[in-house]
C-alpha cells in the first residue's frame, strides 16, 4: 500500500511541476512572438508566469543542494530570481544612453532604486511575517555565515552611498562593484549547508538517479529563468501602462510599481521557502539578492549606458540629477540599516515592524533635501542598533572570516527555526 501511495505521490508531484510549466509557457510564447495583450490582461498573464517560474525555481533550487553547496544554491536563487529588475535596468539604461532626453528622465537610477528598497522594505519583513505566522516565534535568527553577505552588502552600501556626492555612474563604479559581487561569488561558493529533507516536487525531483537528477535540476532552473526573463518587461510595462491610464508620474511608476513586478520573483521565492518552514534559508536568499542588486545590477548600469552610445570614458557615465543623487544615497542608507539588524545575525519582531514602517513612510517624503535628513536618520538608527548589539558582533565577524578562511562548517543556532513538521 505505501508503494501505491508514494507512486501516487510522486505522479501529484510530477503533475503539480507540468501545470507550473503551463503557467509559465505563455510568458515566453508571447514575448519571441511579440504579441502586446490588453495591459490588463498581460498582468495577469505575465504575472502568473513569473508565480509559476518562482515555484519551480525554489523545488529546482533545493534539489541542487543535494549536489552544491548551500551557500551556491542561495546565490544561484537570487541571481535567477533577480534577472527581471537587471533586464528592467538593462534597458533603461540602454535607452539613456541612445537618447539625451530620455538620460534626463533618470528612469534607470529610478527603478534601481526603487528596487532596492522594495526588497529590504517589503521582502525581508514579508518572510519575517511569514515565519512568525508559521513557527509563532518572534525572532528570526539565520546562519552564522551570512556575516559574509552582511559584509559583502555592508561595504557595497558604503559605496553606493559615496557615488551620491557625484553626478554619475561610471566604469570605476562598474570595476569597483563587479569585483565586489564576483568575490562575494567564490567566498560564498565555501558554504556547506545542512542536510535538507525534500518534500513535495522537490522530492520527486531528488529521487531521480543522479545523472537524470542533475539535469532536471538544470532544466527547470534554465526554463525558470528563461520565463522570468521574457515576462518580467512585460509584466513591468503592463502595470506602467495601467498607472499611467491613472495619471500617475512616470518616473514614480518606474521607481516603485515596475520594480514591484520585477521583485516579485526572488519575494515568492524566498516566501516560499519560509512557508515551507525555512525561514533562515529565504531570509538569507534575500540577502544575497540584496547583495547582487547594490553590486552588480548598480555596476552594470554604465555598461548598458556605454553600449548603446552613452560612451565608456572612466570620468563620464550614466547621469543623474539632485533628486536622483538624494534618491540613491536614501537607499545606501536604508541597506546600511537593514545591514544593522542582521549585524547581530537575528531579526527582532520591532525590527522587522521598523524596517517596514520606515519603508513606508519613505513612500511620503518629496520635500527637497528632506531624503537626505531621512537618510541620516537611517544612519543614526544603524549606529544605535550596532551599540546595543556589539557584544554580539565578534560572533558575527567571526563567522565570516571563517567562510574566507575556508573552515565554513555548517552551524545555525538552534533558536533560528523550528523543524519542520
Known amino acids: 500500500m505505501s508503494a501505491v501511495t508514494n507512486g501516487r505521490g510522486s505522479l501529484k508531484n510530477w503533475a503539480v511541476m507540468a501545470l507550473m510549466a503551463a503557467l509559465g509557457a505563455p510568458g515566453i510564447i508571447l514575448r519571441v512572438g511579440g504579441v502586446h495583450p490588453h495591459p490588463t490582461i498581460g498582468a495577469i498573464v505575465f504575472g502568473l508566469a513569473i508565480l509559476a517560474a518562482a515555484f519551480l ?55 534601481m532604486t526603487g528596487g532596492n528598497r522594495l526588497l529590504i522594505g517589503v521582502g525581508w519583513t514579508t518572510v519575517f511575517a511569514l515565519f512568525v505566522y508559521r513557527s509563532r516565534i518572534r525572532q528570526l535568527v539565520v546562519d552564522r555565515h551570512r556575516g559574509l553577505e552582511l559584509a559583502f552588502l555592508l561595504v557595497a552600501s558604503a559605496y553606493v552611498m559615496m557615488i551620491a556626492v557625484r553626478h554619475s555612474l561610471t566604469l570605476i563604479d562598474t570595476m569597483v562593484l563587479v569585483s565586489l559581487f564576483f568575490c562575494y561569488l567564490y567566498f560564498s561558493s565555501k558554504i556547506e549547508g545542512e542536510e535538507v529533507e525534500l518534500v513535495g516536487p522537490a522530492k520527486a525531483m531528488g529521487s531521480l538517479p543522479t545523472t537524470r537528477r542533475r539535469g532536471a535540476v538544470i532544466l527547470t532552473l534554465i526554463y525558470s529563468a528563461a520565463v522570468i526573463f521574457s515576462a518580467a518587461e512585460p509584466f513591468a510595462d503592463s502595470l506602467v501602462e495601467t498607472g499611467q491610464r491613472f495619471g500617475v508620474s512616470e518616473f514614480l511608476l518606474i521607481q516603485w510599481l515596475a520594480p514591484l513586478a520585477s521583485e516579485s520573483p526572488e519575494v515568492l521565492v524566498a516566501g516560499l521557502l519560509a512557508w515551507r518552514g525555512r525561514a533562515a534559508v529565504g531570509m538569507s536568499a534575500l540577502i544575497s539578492s540584496e547583495v547582487n542588486q547594490m553590486t552588480l545590477l548598480i555596476g552594470t548600469l554604465p555598461l548598458a549606458f556605454g553600449l548603446a552610445g552613452g560612451g565608456f570614458a572612466l570620468t ?70 550596532l551599540v546595543i548589539n556589539r557584544r554580539e558582533l565578534p560572533q558575527t565577524l567571526r563567522g565570516a572570516w571563517h567562510v574566507v578562511r575556508g573552515r565554513a562548517d555548517h552551524h545555525v543556532a538552534a533558536e533560528a527555526e523550528p523543524e519542520p513538521g
Not at 553547496?69 to 541612445?98: D, K, N, T
Not at 539588524?341 to 517624503?365: D, G, H, P
Request: hydrophobic share 55%; proline share 3%.
Open 57 to 111: 525555481l525554489s523545488w529546482a533550487a533545493e534539489t541542487a543542494e543535494m549536489d552544491i553547496p548551500q551557500g551556491v544554491a542561495i546565490a544561484a536563487i537570487a541571481f535567477i530570481a533577480v534577472l527581471p529588475e537587471y533586464a528592467v535596468g538593462f534597458v533603461l539604461a540602454w535607452r539613456a544612453g541612445s537618447d539625451p532626453t530620455e538620460a534626463a528622465k533618470g528612469l534607470a537610477i529610478a527603478n
Open 316 to 385: 563620464g557615465g550614466l547621469p543623474f540629477d539632485m533628486r536622483q543623487r538624494e534618491e540613491i544615497f536614501l537607499t545606501g542608507a536604508q541597506s546600511m540599516f537593514a545591514v544593522a539588524v542582521f549585524a547581530n545575525l537575528k531579526m527582532r519582531q520591532s525590527e522587522a515592524v521598523a524596517l517596514f514602517l520606515l519603508f513606508a513612510a519613505s513612500l511620503f517624503i518629496t520635500g527637497e533635501n528632506l531624503r537626505l535628513w531621512y537618510g541620516g536618520f537611517y544612519l543614526t538608527l544603524c549606529a544605535t542598533l
